[in-house]
C-alpha cells in the first residue's frame, strides 16, 4: 500500500514540476504570436513535450519500484497510474482548448472593433476626411481608390468575422465535452486513488 502512496506521490510531484516548466516564470519575455493558431500551434507543441517528460518518467519510475527494487504494483495499482495519466493528458488539453477560446475571443473582438472603424471611413464624408488629409489635386480618382481600399479590407474582415466565428463554435463544442471528460474522470479516479491510500 505505501508503495502506490509513495509512486502517486512522485508522480504528482513530476506534474506539478512538468507544469512549471510549461509555464515558466523567469524573466525572459514571451511575445505571442497575432494569429490565435500560431499561438495554440505553440502550445501544443509545449504540451506534447510536457507530456513526453512525464511518459518517460513514469516507466521509469515503473521499471524502477518493478525491477530495480523489486517491489510489484498491483493491477488495480497499475490501472490508477494509467488513470492518473490519461486524467493528466486530459487536462492539459482542456487547458490548451481554454487558451484557444480567449484567443478566439479577443480576435473577434478586434476584428469588430476594425469593422467598425471601416465602415465609418465608408461614408461618403469619412473618405472626404481621409483624402483631405493627404492633400492631392485629383481628389475624384483619390476618393475612388480609399473607396476600393476600404472595400475589400471590408469584405476581408467580414470573410476573416466568419471563419473566428466557425472556429469559436468548433472549439466551444469540444471545450465542452473536454471539460464533462475530465469532470468524470475526477469523480472516478480520485476517489479511488484516495480509497487506496486511506488505511495510511
Known amino acids: 500500500m505505501k508503495q502506490i502512496i509513495f509512486v502517486l506521490f512522485v508522480l504528482l510531484t513530476g506534474v506539478l514540476g512538468i507544469s512549471a516548466q510549461t509555464n515558466p516564470t523567469d524573466s525572459r519575455q514571451n511575445f505571442p504570436s497575432p ?38 504494483l498491483s493491477e488495480r495499482q497499475q490501472k490508477l497510474l494509467l488513470g492518473f495519466e490519461v486524467l493528466n493528458r486530459a487536462e492539459q488539453r482542456l487547458e ?20 467598425s472603424q471601416v465602415q465609418e471611413e465608408l461614408i461618403p464624408g469619412g473618405i472626404d476626411r481621409s483624402v483631405a488629409m493627404i492633400g492631392t489635386t485629383n481628389g475624384n480618382e483619390m476618393r ?20 473566428i466565428n466557425r472556429n469559436l463554435q468548433q472549439n466551444n463544442d469540444e471545450l465542452r465535452q473536454a471539460e464533462n471528460f475530465v469532470q468524470r474522470l475526477r469523480r472516478k479516479i480520485l ?5 487506496e491510500i486511506s488505511d495510511l
Request: zero cysteines.
Open 35 to 72: 494569429e490565435p493558431i500560431q499561438n495554440i500551434s505553440q502550445e501544443i507543441t509545449k504540451i506534447s513535450k510536457s507530456v513526453q517528460t512525464l511518459n518517460s518518467g513514469i516507466k521509469q519510475l515503473l521499471e524502477k519500484f518493478m525491477v530495480g527494487k523489486g517491489m510489484q
Open 96 to 115: 490548451i482548448l481554454q487558451k484557444f477560446q480567449i484567443e478566439l475571443t479577443q480576435k473577434e473582438g478586434e476584428v469588430k472593433t476594425r469593422m
Open 144 to 163: 475612388e481608390n480609399r473607396r476600393r481600399t476600404f472595400e475589400t479590407e471590408r469584405r476581408n474582415l467580414q470573410n476573416l468575422s466568419e471563419q
Open 191 to 195: 476517489p479511488q486513488i484516495e480509497m
